[in-house]
């Protein structure tokens, strides 16, 4: 049953510090998606990414985030320095181009900001 | 861009009764459906979609419909469960592979 896997699952840092997540999206997708979900907004997109290239990151705060895919098999997303408001639920989620619009999620990255 | 709207924000149903969760969009070239259920904690796990070309899709106890006319389509439960119980979003296609997202409808489910 192949899944998205994400890590780490939980995340407590404290103001100012760098917080890496990774993502590992099914083998042989070609879409990649980051989610942050808070109670307040909801499932907001971060970035968007296709054949490894980025496509999409406006949802993005581009003084302190950052995403990139250095193979098909590692998606990342660093906060740079990192808020209390980043504290949210970082979903990372995988899709093929030929399927339009399906996307699988991963289990979630937990960040918390002190 | 598309805006996708769920109603109602939270839904409470006797079990073995049906739920019935309403969304719309904006787009008219939506042309992907899909419905993720997300229970506490948990990721958003896809149960089912529809696309453009069809107007109703079954899978045992859900099942969603589409009015391509009216821009909404919905998701309904048979014989609900109390694992039925969880948050349910809706979401429509924007292009390029991304899609919208609703704020999500919690469902609970009475034993």
């Known amino acids: 049953d192949a899944r998205v896997t994400q890590t780490p699952r939980h995340k407590v840092t404290e103001m100012g510090q760098e917080v890496t997540m990774r993502c590992q999206p099914i083998?042989?997708?070609?879409?990649v998606f980051w989610y942050r979900q808070t109670m307040m907004q909801g499932l907001e997109l971060l970035a968007y990414f296709r054949n490894r290239a980025p496509l999409d990151d406006s949802g993005m705060p581009k003084d302190r985030f950052s995403a990139e895919m250095p193979d098909a098999t590692l998606a990342t997303l660093k906060i740079q320095p990192s808020e209390p408001r980043d504290s949210a639920v970082y979903f990372c989620a995988s899709g093929l181009v030929l399927s339009e619009g399906e996307q699988y999620f991963g289990p979630g990255t937990r960040l918390t900001v002190t | 861009g598309e805006n996708v709207e769920q109603h109602p924000s939270t839904l409470s149903v006797q079990e073995g009764d049906s739920a019935v969760i309403k969304c719309t969009y904006s787009d008219s070239a939506s042309n992907y459906f899909p419905w993720y259920k997300q229970e506490l904690g948990k990721r958003p796990q896809l149960i089912i979609d529809?696309?453009?070309?069809?107007g109703e899709k079954k899978d045992q106890r859900i099942a969603v419909t589409l009015n391509k006319t009216a821009k909404h389509f919905s998701l309904h439960i048979t014989e609900t469960q109390p694992e039925d119980s969880a948050v349910y979003f809706c979401?429509?296609?924007?292009?390029?592979?991304?899609?919208?997202f609703g704020k999500g409808n919690q469902v609970v489910v009475i034993p």
């Open positions: 979401a429509a296609s924007s292009g390029n592979n991304r899609l919208a």
């Open positions: 083998l042989g997708h070609n879409t």
């Open positions: 529809i696309r453009s070309n069809v």
